[in-house]
């Protein structure tokens, strides 16, 4: 960060301060300044951000955990999830639809990983992919829906989810981690 | 919680832990739902459970998986029943003395095998 210094000239004395007040370079000063000073202490374990709009420091948690849930044999698109609170720097999600696999996956919207650990016919199988950040398998290999991270947005993200095979009328869930 | 359910069949579409109000009305639109046929609604975890009792999809799921769990019981109970322990099988052999006998050890030995292979009582 640049080192901010008050505008003051060396010939300015005290009795001219009352006519700053109305300048706007120094109207400007004090914002830099201000933006930057620590508001009063948030509660046990918060953490200090800068606000959504970089104009403020602020306490929080900076993080939430929730839930969802996907209808298998729902079509092909987007689908926003609110609530979080702010805008996550990265996440984390959990899915599942049955016992024929779960998978975990993250992304911090530029570079996801992914890996499912799934059961069939002849044993367990695993699989990696750095596309996707959640799989809601009903059969592995052939059956499931799958999403992509589209966007991180200010009050939660949105997933692209693309339906793979024939998946039956089933609900599938997941759980999301969103760190700020 | 919020959940979006279809009106007439009581199907939940989407549940969201902390969406704010209108996201799932948005994500069902989105999907190509009738906005007149779909209804936004903020539940309690209680009233979550309750409308669970009222899918469909999830009674059907419930019941699949009551019946995955008896069928997954009957397996366990048949190897059981067949190869009771090492000691058993291993002298049920050694007592072997004639056809009879044998076949009706190859029989407990075939249906253990036949659940392990298939899955599946027949």
């Known amino acids: ?180 | 919680m919020r959940i979006c359910i279809v009106k007439a069949t009581n199907q939940i579409i989407e549940m969201q832990s902390r969406a704010v109000s209108g996201t799932l009305i948005g994500n069902a639109i989105a999907q190509g739902y009738n906005e007149a046929d779909i209804e936004e609604r903020e539940v309690t975890q209680a009233e979550y459970e309750a409308a669970l009792n009222l899918d469909p999809i999830a009674i059907a799921m419930r019941e699949a998986e009551a019946a995955a769990k008896a069928l997954e019981q009957t397996k366990l109970t048949s190897i059981q029943d067949n190869l009771p322990s090492w000691n058993v099988v291993s002298n049920a052999v050694d007592n072997i003395t004639n056809l009879a006998e044998a076949k009706t050890y190859l029989k407990k030995l075939s249906r253990v095998v036949y659940w392990l292979a298939k899955n599946s009582e027949v």
């Open chain 1, 1 to 180: 960060m640049t080192e901010l210094k008050a505008p003051l000239q060396d010939s300015l004395s005290v009795k001219d301060l009352s006519a700053l007040v109305t300048n706007p370079v120094w109207i400007q000063w004090f914002n830099n300044i201000l933006r930057y000073t620590i508001p009063a202490l948030g509660s046990a374990n918060q953490k200090l951000f800068v606000n959504s709009a970089g104009a403020e420091s602020e306490w929080a948690s900076g993080f939430k955990v929730g839930s969802f849930t996907r209808a298998m044999d729902a079509a092909n698109g987007d689908v926003s999830y609110t609530g979080v609170g702010f805008n996550p720097s990265v996440l984390v999600f959990i899915g599942w639809v049955s016992t024929a696999g779960v998978s975990i996956g993250f992304s911090d919207g530029s570079s996801s990983g992914h890996v499912i650990v799934g059961t069939g016919g002849s044993g367990v199988f695993y699989w990696g992919n750095g596309t996707r950040v959640i799989t809601l398998i009903e059969a592995f290999g052939s059956k499931d829906q799958c999403a992509t991270l589209k966007t991180l947005d200010s009050d939660g993200f949105t997933l692209t989810w693309t339906k793979w095979g024939s998946p039956a009328s089933a609900t599938g869930y997941g759980y999301y981690f969103a760190l700020r």
